[in-house]
């Protein structure tokens, strides 16, 4: 991690007492900087839906939960979304109010890994985040179609599964790419420090493995996941969404695997990233689905989100961080 300011003032006075007592008295020392960018504010409040928003204290590092949105005073739609496109949930979530007035400012939705998600849900809505715990009952859950229809089966959800866009892998880099990555199998170098999902909660590892295993076979799958784990050159995230690229900024990994439209956001905004395109034959397409939860407390809401996710209007926004729509045969793909 960057170094905080009690760590930055230390480095300060160790580099003054370096220089010789001439360059010390000669100037003072720069005061310590705190690059704040890094640690971004997670919009100021703007992805907020709530309109009330009362004393707003957001702090980086300290006090912010960025996946949490909108107000939990009577929402009357609450949805459950796999986080890798947290990004996007602002426009579509003020697009769709447009639509439906009666919901504006009122719909709360959380932006996690869709199997924190399920645990979550398993646990009756309730989540705890530092000394905060609260209970929401989601009325839409959305991640990828296999998960979806996995939650289908085991009557979390009801059908059907609603498909409503595609996406594929890239590698993410700091800007500049210092460490050469051309390639997934670049990833395998030694030396070449990773930033991964962690397969135990973030379904996107189980497509990156494929992605390993069709660039380098089943030896670069371990190399990444297994051996470079092992040696801590591969940090396993708890949240990629969100750790990823604050780890490449900070160049404490030098690449991590991620949706493409999560670069291309990282890159609108201008932060310090860009990436490597995956060729066609080693990439995979996710398909991104959602249904409605068994006894969601608004099935009506929950039912309109779903028809939106597939509107022109939806589609326009997804393909501003480059989704591609669902075909509606995807919906019979498991």
């Given at each position: 991690?960057?170094?905080?300011?009690?760590?930055?003032?230390?480095?300060?006075?160790?580099?003054?007492?370096?220089?010789?007592?001439?360059?010390?008295?000669?100037?003072?020392?720069?005061?310590?900087?705190?690059?704040?960018?890094?640690?971004?504010?997670?919009?100021?409040?703007?992805?907020?839906?709530?309109?009330?928003?009362g004393?707003?204290?957001?702090?980086?590092?300290?006090?912010?939960?960025?996946?949490?949105?909108?107000?939990?005073?009577?929402?009357?739609?609450?949805?459950?979304?796999?986080?890798?496109?947290?990004?996007?949930?602002?426009?579509?979530?003020?697009?769709?109010?447009?639509?439906?007035?009666?919901?504006?400012?009122?719909?709360?939705?959380?932006?996690?890994?869709?199997?924190?998600?399920?645990?979550?849900?398993?646990?009756?809505?309730?989540?705890?985040?530092?000394?905060?715990?609260?209970?929401?009952?989601?009325?839409?859950?959305?991640?990828g179609?296999?998960?979806?229809?996995?939650?289908?089966?085991?009557?979390r959800?009801?059908?059907?599964?609603?498909?409503y866009?595609?996406?594929?892998?890239?590698?993410?880099?700091?800007?500049?790419?210092?460490?050469?990555?051309?390639?997934?199998?670049?990833?395998?170098?030694?030396g070449?420090?990773?930033?991964?999902?962690?397969?135990?909660?973030?379904?996107?590892?189980?497509?990156?493995?494929?992605?390993?295993?069709?660039?380098?076979?089943?030896a670069?799958?371990?190399?990444?996941?297994?051996?470079?784990?092992?040696?801590?050159?591969t940090?396993?995230?708890?949240?990629?969404?969100?750790?990823?690229?604050?780890?490449?900024?900070?160049?404490?990994?030098?690449?991590?695997?991620?949706?493409?439209?999560?670069?291309?956001?990282?890159?609108?905004?201008?932060?310090?990233?860009?990436?490597?395109?995956?060729?066609?034959?080693?990439?995979?397409?996710?398909?991104?689905?959602?249904?409605?939860?068994r006894?969601?407390?608004?099935p009506?809401?929950?039912?309109?989100?779903?028809?939106?996710?597939?509107?022109?209007?939806?589609?326009?926004?997804?393909?501003?961080?480059?989704?591609?729509?669902?075909?509606?045969?995807?919906a019979?793909?498991?």
């Open positions: 991690m960057l170094a905080r300011p009690s760590i930055a003032l230390a480095g300060c006075v160790l580099a003054a007492l370096l220089a010789g007592p001439a360059q010390a008295a000669g100037r003072a020392a720069a005061p310590p900087s705190y690059a704040e960018r890094l640690y971004p504010p997670w919009s100021q409040g703007a992805n907020d839906p709530a309109l009330h928003q004393l707003r204290f957001t702090v980086p590092e300290i006090d912010d939960m960025p996946d949490f949105h909108g107000s939990l005073d009577h929402p009357a739609l609450v949805i459950f979304v796999g986080g890798n496109y947290y990004f996007a949930m602002a426009p579509l979530v003020r697009a769709f109010s447009a639509q439906h007035p009666r919901l504006r400012g009122r719909i709360f939705y959380v932006t996690l890994p869709p199997g924190l998600l399920i645990k979550a849900m398993a646990n009756g809505g309730t989540f705890t985040s530092g000394n905060l715990t609260f209970t929401v009952a989601p009325d839409v859950y959305a991640a179609l296999k998960k979806v229809q996995g939650q289908i089966a085991a009557r959800l009801v059908p059907p599964a609603v498909p866009a595609t996406n594929t892998l890239t590698i993410m880099v700091p800007a500049g790419n210092p460490a050469h990555i051309t390639s997934l199998a670049d990833l395998g170098r030694p070449v420090r990773l930033v991964m999902p962690n397969p135990a909660w973030e379904g996107v590892a189980r497509q990156i493995r494929m992605a390993l295993e069709r660039a380098g076979g089943p670069l799958a371990r190399t990444v996941y297994v051996s470079k784990v092992a040696d801590g050159q940090i396993l995230t708890h949240i990629h969404h969100r750790q990823t690229p604050l780890f490449l900024m900070q160049r404490i990994a030098d690449a991590g695997v991620t949706w493409k439209s999560e670069a291309i956001f990282q890159e609108q905004i201008g932060h310090p990233l860009t990436h490597v395109n995956i060729p066609t034959a080693d990439n995979v397409t996710a398909t991104y689905a959602a249904a409605v939860v006894h969601a407390p608004h009506r809401a929950a039912r309109a989100w779903l028809a939106f996710l597939r509107s022109n209007t939806a589609q326009r926004i997804f393909a501003s961080y480059g989704f591609k729509p669902a075909p509606p045969s995807a019979q793909r498991r």
